[in-house]
């Protein structure tokens, strides 16, 4: 089999999609393919706007250490944008900028169970070198970006933005009970059920 094989099994080992199961994977960080030397985002988005052109629900298995804030924005806001719902099944771990993905999911989140999850207080990334104003047009941008972020994740678990706000003091580990009892996902995968 060539390496650019169109079939469903080419298109998995490929591209991060099963075609047959309407399968996406993202087993990567949360960064542009460019940055990451895997497969981006950009990927994950191609390949669920692509499914998302027939009926039926889509998977999308995560497995992400964290990752850049845009680049989570970007996967969120078009997981709720998808006219299929969007089960995902979290496994390995997700952390940092994976949360929010598992939380936005449309349709069940599923959690294996020995998954791990990790929420903190994201950072910008940004090194050094900015004058004052543009540290402080950035700081500001940061503060309006967190707050959304820990609203958003109000809006889709069981825990109020100001319990995601003071556990970004810190890192929250959670396995994947912790991850149904606080509303993050809402089964755990068994893949006895397979």
Known sequence: MSSRSTDAFGAWQEYGVDLRRRRVMFHYPMFPAEESHHIGVEHVIRNLLFLDHTKGPIELWLN?????T???????????SC???V??????????AGCLV???GTGTRWVTPNCQFMWHQGNSGV???????D?????????????????????HTKKPANFWSAKSKGELWLWADGMIEYGVADQIWDPDDE
């Open 102 to 104: 598992l939380a936005g």
């Open 70 to 80: 845009v680049e989570m924005w970007a996967l969120y806001d078009l997981i709720r």
């Open 83 to 85: 006219q299929n719902q």
């Open 127 to 133: 090194d050094g070198g900015q004058n004052y104003l």
């Open 64 to 68: 992400c250490p964290g990752g850049e």
């Open 135 to 155: 540290a402080q047009h950035r700081a500001e941008f940061e503060k309006t970006d967190f707050d959304r972020w820990v609203k958003t994740m109000a809006k």
């Open 87 to 96: 089960d995902i099944v979290a496994f390995g771990n997700v952390c940092s």
